[in-house]
């Protein structure tokens, strides 16, 4: 933990930049996927998730602030809220993006050859700042997830639909894995493809990997670095997040003993 918070600090103030057409989608709440990709694995019933995720990146100049709540409805079913601020993009821009509403349904859990799999469906009022909004949107998406020996894996395949007349449908293609190093820590490796809101053709390629630790119980700490193997846009970019599980009300055992 020590070691996080040396790296954080020096990472946030290394002059950078950011990319732009990157309006947040769907995030999972970690340890619920690898940064972006969403995992089939989620809240249990009456388990409040909280995530405070930092962002910066390079080419152009973005830093970003999303926070998160997700609420378990049953042991495979959870709704999510997401609000997203840009603290800075290029010059001097700043404002709220879009609210965000999702729910995550799980409908089999994994199996012995099978994976877990789970869709989404997302909506999004239009009440950000008019550049860094869609005018409101609706999306969908399908997660597959599977574990094998140490390694966890995770596909997402996920469309938004924009409401503003100017943009075009925007898809995802992720694909992330988690290798279990000690039983409190992983190394995350994620790849992130999709065309975006503005561009009929495939805009980012990027590949991140990073570090979660459960620092205490319940309470996780991951910080990543992702570099776009396309373009160069971005550059580079660091995420930094930190989220909070609260389970909900355990069940009480109760024991029966016989005269």
């Keep these: 933990m020590s070691v996080l918070l040396i790296i954080i600090p020096i990472l946030l ?9 990157d309006i947040k989608g769907f995030q999972p709440i970690q340890p619920f996927g690898v940064f972006s990709t969403i995992s089939a694995e989620g809240l249990k019933k009456k388990d409040i998730g909280f995530c405070i995720n930092l962002e910066r990146s390079r080419d152009p100049d973005l830093y970003r602030i999303n926070m998160q709540l997700a609420y378990g409805l049953r042991e495979n079913m959870e709704i999510h809220l997401s609000l997203p601020y840009l603290l800075k993009y290029e ?20 199996g012995r050859f099978d994976p877990a799999i789970a869709y989404l469906l997302v909506v999004s009022p239009g009440f950000g700042r008019d550049e860094f909004s869609t005018n409101g949107r609706i999306g969908a998406g399908i997660v597959l997830s599977k574990k094998v020996g140490p ?74 670095a992702g570099f776009d193997i396309k373009d160069r846009k ?13 389970e909900g009300k355990k069940a009480t055992i109760k024991k029966v003993y016989e005269d």
């Design 13 to 21: 103030l290394v002059n950078t930049h950011a990319f732009a057409d």
């Design 91 to 110: 010059q001097d821009m700043y404002g709220f993006e879009d609210i965000l509403f999702g729910f995550k349904h799980r409908l089999n859990d994994e």
């Design 151 to 224: 390694f966890k894996g995770h596909a997402n395949f996920l469309i938004y639909q924009p409401f503003k007349s100017s943009m075009t449908r925007e898809y995802l293609l992720n694909l992330g894995t988690e290798l279990a190093i000690t039983h409190s820590s992983k190394i995350l490796a994620e790849l992130i493809s999709r065309k975006n809101y503005t561009i009929n053709k495939l805009d980012l390629l990027e590949w991140r990997i990073g570090l979660r630790q459960e620092t205490i119980n319940n309470l996780f700490t991951t910080i990543g």
């Design 234 to 246: 971005p550059d580079y970019r660091f995420l930094f997040y930190i989220s909070y599980i609260l």
